[in-house]
Antibody, heavy 125, light 107 residues
Framework: QITLKESGPTLVKPTQTLTLTCTFSGFSFSTSGEGVGWLRQPPGKALEWLALIYWSDSDRKNPSLKTRLTITKDSSKNQVFLTMTNMDPVDTATYYC?????????????????WGQGTLVTVSS | DIQMTQSPSTLSAYVGDRVTITCRASQSISSWLAWYQHKPGKAPKVLIYKASSLESGVPSRFSGSGSGTEFTLTISSLQPDDFATYYCQQYTDYPFTFGPGTKVDIK
């Protein structure tokens, strides 16, 4: 059974850097094809995909936020990290991590088949 | 970026009603579309992937269809647990993008 849980600060000040941690169980980055993504949802708005990291350490980021995002992982601890620089009040949102449905390396595109419950991050001075 | 739209934005229905939500992509995404159900304070839950594949454990009253640019999610008989917001998502191309959501509430 796959589970994911987000953790990090609930309040950050404008211009600060946010670092979130996703701790997961039920799968391992030692398996080829695995991937974990970060997504967010501002209050009253739609979901937005932020970034994705694969078992191979390759990653993809949303071009609209690319210069502000870093996604990394610690496979030994089953954790994925998201760093977002220069936070602004418009970045106030619930941040989710999610497991990308497993597909063999080079396989077809996949959706997110399991999500964490999310963590609300408020950006305010 | 591939733009996703959904209609309607809000849907009021009775328990037992057949409900259909439409999702459109700004360009062809083949069948690389997922539908998620989201309730406040909870994790989004995938219902349908690859446009029409029912996720394991999801009731069979949920079904998906379509390909290319037009897709539908159908709930054959709305149940009390189904009142939620539904999102479509394309995953054929980066950046992955979501529709704005359809809120299904009680009439």
């Amino acid at each position: 059974q796959i589970t994911l849980k987000e953790s990090g600060p609930t309040l950050v000040k404008p211009t600060q850097t946010l670092t979130l941690t996703c701790t997961f169980s039920g799968f391992s980055f030692s398996t080829s094809g695995e991937g974990v993504g970060w997504l967010r949802q501002p209050p009253g708005k739609a979901l937005e995909w932020l970034a994705l990291i694969y078992w191979s350490d390759s990653d993809r980021k949303n071009p609209s936020l690319k210069t502000r995002l870093t996604i990394t992982k610690d496979s030994s601890k089953n954790q994925v990290f998201l760093t977002m620089t220069n936070m602004d009040p418009v970045d106030t949102a619930t941040y989710y991590c999610a497991h990308r449905r497993l597909t063999p390396s080079g396989g077809p595109p996949q959706d997110f088949d399991m999500w964490g419950q999310g963590t609300l991050v408020t950006v305010s001075s | 970026d591939i733009q996703m739209t959904q209609s309607p934005s809000t849907l009021s229905a009775y328990v037992g009603d057949r409900v259909t939500i439409t999702c459109r992509a700004s360009q062809s995404i083949s069948s690389w579309l997922a539908w998620y159900q989201h309730k406040p304070g909870k994790a989004p839950k995938v219902l349908i992937y690859k446009a029409s594949s029912l996720e394991s454990g999801v009731p069979s009253r949920f079904s998906g269809s379509g390909s290319g640019t037009e897709f539908t999610l159908t709930i054959s008989s709305l149940q009390p647990d189904d009142f939620a917001t539904y999102y479509c998502q394309q995953y054929t191309d980066y950046p992955f993008t979501f529709g704005p959501g359809t809120k299904v509430d009680i009439k």
